[in-house]
């Protein structure tokens, strides 16, 4: 049983351990468990709406989505001067389709703007509530420590799906205000419909959430490991750095395949006429491979840590 | 496994009669710095007392309730709350404890009816449906009702321990671990958490309450436990404690009477006599206090003032050690 699993309230009343394997037994066990899952869902709305409901983090998210209007405002300045086409990533096509503004704003936070809020998403979990001292007292109540971890990374991850969503809809909307939509042209040179060019680009979207769930891992688990959120935010935004530069080096090409981010920028897969799903699989293993290790740490440290803060 | 099992050991859950609310056997906590903090304490907590948890700051105090409460890992010992092991037991037993641990600590930008409807929603135990009424209960019980909508940065320190005491309230607890609730809190807030802890304890909780002011916890605790460096170094009856044969008496009267009052001391048996002005103190001992004033007047002592003075905790405290109240590393 579970430190969390809900529990009759009142004194215990005293009857045989047999009784636990009479149907009547079972079904209180079943109707327990139905409760347990109920009281999941209630600490996990609780979370969420801490989460979202936070000033900072909305103003951050809102700062996030304000990355597209402006690129596309500069874009939009700038389409009949000598400017016009210069930039990184796909910032040349923005202005003859708006759709390729969720690329580009995309392409612009992942190196470092998205782990940010990533590492930032982390830090409050856990280091955030041990330092606020809220900690002893949610695991007096009692929750379980092992649900309660559950409940912070995907509330996490809600927080960092919302940002991304959030930052997608800015540059769809930007780009549908200023350039309008196309047939999408593709990397490849062919082209598909403007219907299938916004299907691709809610697949980056997805791709690229998906493809932070590693790094969140790592700063849950940094999170379990001190008080100190502005710690966890460095430490986790460094992992994020240093796992670019390797990925830049030759010299430890073996490694990395293995690399956080390593397949983040293969979202372009969705520019192509053949999208290659093997490659977006491979990126999407490696992330589960760094979630099951480091949520796997986390969780062996935040359930049998000393709460001294 | 039901809530219905019995423990290992063979005893029945929970309630038993007669056993204690909280116990521990050689509790020890070595923190990896190497300190030290709590060494080989064994707590008895009997139902139904207001126990008086002493210590100087930096004794052990809320290193041991964290212990108790399953926030940190005992390093030897064993400790149960309500006949349940801590902390395997803790799902089943905290949600009948309620606790504040070292200060209220709770989400600075959420109001202070929010922070309790988080701490609620997080008890996979507490009937949802009465949510509301026992968080207005609480916040009504502690005084915080018309403060209850503000955001609690906004809250006074007073305020804020208030709010900590209403999160201990939030269910009907069978057990109350207050450490420190009287911390940061002027004489009226002090003397408003004394009759709270009074108030339950007249409803039949047992109140674990700890404090580094002696002369707080003095007038409410049936039972006090005294800590210093880790150790602790007696419990017991708060009466059986200040035993009664080390109460003073003290007979105020005329210059001119002192000696004579002294004399009757002598004979009465009293040990101890001093003469300190125009009062002269002896300690009681074995005499009836009934017969000291008799025996004063049949002498013809002008007795203008009669006082028994007993032993406050810090003379308890300074008797035990030879030493002061002073912070411990
Ligand atoms: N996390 C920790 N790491 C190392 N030492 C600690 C820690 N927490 C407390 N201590 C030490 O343990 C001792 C007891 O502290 P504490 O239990 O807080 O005492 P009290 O509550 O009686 O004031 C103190 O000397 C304190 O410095
Ligand atoms: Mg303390």
Sequence with gaps: MSRGEALETGPATVAPAAAATTPAAAAREDAEVRATRGAFGRLLRSELRLVLGRRRTQLLVLLLALVPVLVGTIVRATVDSAFSGQGPGFIERVSGNGLFLVVTALFLCLPL????????????????????????????????????LAAKAIAALTLVVVAIALVTAA??????????????????????????????????????????????????FFSTLT????????????????????????????????????????????LRAEVSWSLLGQGLLVQLAWVAVFGSLAWARFTTADITS | MTPTATRPDGALDGGAVGAPVVRSEGLTKRFRNGQVAVDGIDLEVPRGAVYGFLGPNGSGKTTTIRMLLGLVQATAGRAWLLGEPMPDG?????????????????????????NLERLDAVDASAPRRTSARRIGDALERVGLAAAARKPYRQYSLGMKQRLGLAAALLRPRELLVLDEPTNGLDPQGTREVRHLVRELA????????????????????????????????????????????????????????????????????LEETAVDGEVVAARLGAVALADVAPALVAAGVPVLGLEIRRPTLEDLFVELTGQGFDVSG
Excluded: K
Aim: charged share 15%; net charge negative.
């Design chain 1, 113 to 148: 703007l998205l782990p940010l809020g990533v590492s930032i998403a982390a830090a409050d979990a856990v280091a955030g509530e041990a330092s606020a001292g809220t900690l002893r007292y949610l695991l007096v109540v009692p929750v379980g420590r092992g649900r309660l």
């Design chain 1, 171 to 220: 540059a769809l909307v930007t780009g549908w205000v200023y350039f309008g939509y196309g047939d999408l042209d593709l990397l490849s040179g062919q082209s598909v419909s403007a219907a299938a060019g916004f299907a691709r680009m809610l697949g980056v979207a997805g791709y690229v959430a998906l493809s932070l769930t590693g790094l969140l891992a790592v700063g849950l």
């Design chain 1, 227 to 270: 008080e100190v959120p502005i710690g966890v935010i460095a430490a986790t935004v460094v992992v994020s750095i240093l796992s670019n530069v390797l990925d830049s080096l030759p010299q430890v090409e073996a490694i990395h395949p293995f690399l956080l981010s390593h397949h983040w920028f293969d979202f372009a897969e969705f």
């Design chain 2, 90 to 114: 803790g799902a089943r037993v905290l949600p009948r404890v309620g606790a504040l641990v070292e200060g209220p600590a709770f989400q600075p930008y959420l109001s202070g009816r929010a």
């Design chain 2, 202 to 269: 007249g409803e039949g909780a047992t109140i674990l309450v700890s404090s580094h002011l002696l002369s707080e916890i003095d007038q409410v605790c049936t039972h006090v436990g005294v800590m210093r460096q880790g150790r602790l170094l007696v419990q017991g009856p708060r009466d059986a404690l200040g035993t009664a044969d080390a109460a003073q008496v003290v007979v105020t009267t005329e210059p001119g009477s002192l000696a004579q009052a002294r004399e009757t001391f002598a004979r009465l048996g």
